[in-house]
């Protein structure tokens, strides 16, 4: 079982930048991929970003890449979404998720942290 809790949403304009944290505890092992995620509602869930733990490798949706950028503390647990150029269209609630040990189906899920794009 990993428990996982994201801070750092909130308000913001368009154009400023963000920066959500996701601090994971209660590892008996080492996810193989962490993520974020968001969702609006009625629409599906978006795979915003993910991250290779073991190289740092990162992936990202075309509606976010080269303005966020997923990066880890494994010192601190932390993954962090660093989230610049905001735009209305990236309000949303926005999920961390940890995979299992072998591959990148992410299983364990955070309660969310709701960010708010306003103009």
């Known amino acids: 079982q990993v428990l996982l809790v994201e801070s750092g949403g909130g308000s913001v304009q368009a154009g400023g930048s963000q920066r959500l944290a996701c601090q994971a505890s209660?590892?008996?092992?080492?996810?193989?991929?962490m993520g974020w995620f968001r969702q609006t509602p009625g629409k599906e869930r978006e795979k915003v970003a993910f991250?290779?733990?073991?190289?740092?490798?990162?992936y990202y949706s075309d509606s976010v890449k080269g303005r966020f950028t997923i990066s880890q503390d494994n010192s601190k647990s932390t993954l962090y979404l660093q989230m610049n150029s905001l735009k209305l269209e990236d309000s949303a609630m926005y999920y961390c998720?940890?995979?299992?040990?072998?591959?990148?189906?992410?299983?364990?899920w955070g309660l969310g942290t709701q960010v708010i794009v306003s103009s």
């Open positions: 998720a940890a995979a299992g040990e072998l591959n990148c189906d992410f299983r364990y």
């Open positions: 209660s590892y008996s092992y080492i996810p193989y991929c």
């Open positions: 991250i290779y733990t073991s190289d740092g490798s990162a």
